[in-house]
């Protein structure tokens, strides 16, 4: 399960919290939901402080948006390899 929740938005940047798994079906999501921001506003932000996998398609995806400008923060060390061995 992915909880994602706006925390916040200042003039054209949004903050998205990601809370649990990037995995399976919450990948299409988090590229719906993502895909839609990024249509409406300049800069977004991805808070992956308190995610706690994520598998091949989702770090596809988040290689692809921070390809695009999208700004991931408080990847753990993990994470932020993996994202980073993708691209």
Same mark, same amino acid.
């Not at 770090?59 to 999208?70: E, K, R």
């Given at each position: 399960?992915? /909880?994602?929740?706006?925390?916040?938005?200042?003039?054209?940047? *949004?903050?998205?919290?990601?809370? %649990?798994?990037? *995995? %399976?079906?919450?990948?299409?999501?988090?590229?719906?939901?993502?895909?839609?921001?990024?249509?409406?506003?300049?800069?977004? /932000?991805?808070?992956?402080?308190? *995610? &706690?996998?994520?598998? %091949?398609?989702?770090?596809?995806?988040?290689?692809?948006?921070?390809?695009?400008? *999208?700004?991931?923060?408080?990847?753990?060390?993990?994470?932020?390899?993996?994202? /980073? &061995?993708?691209?």
């Amino acid at each position: 399960m992915l /909880k994602i929740s706006q925390t916040g938005t200042v003039n054209h940047s *949004v903050t998205l919290k990601l809370e %649990g798994r990037v *995995v %399976g079906p919450w990948v299409a999501e988090l590229r719906r939901t993502c895909e839609t921001l990024l249509r409406e506003r300049s800069q977004l /932000k991805l808070d992956l402080a308190d *995610v &706690s996998y994520i598998d %091949g398609d989702g770090v596809a995806t988040l290689a692809d948006f921070q390809s695009l400008g *999208v700004k991931l923060d408080n990847c753990s060390p993990f994470v932020e390899q993996q994202i /980073k &061995s993708f691209s």
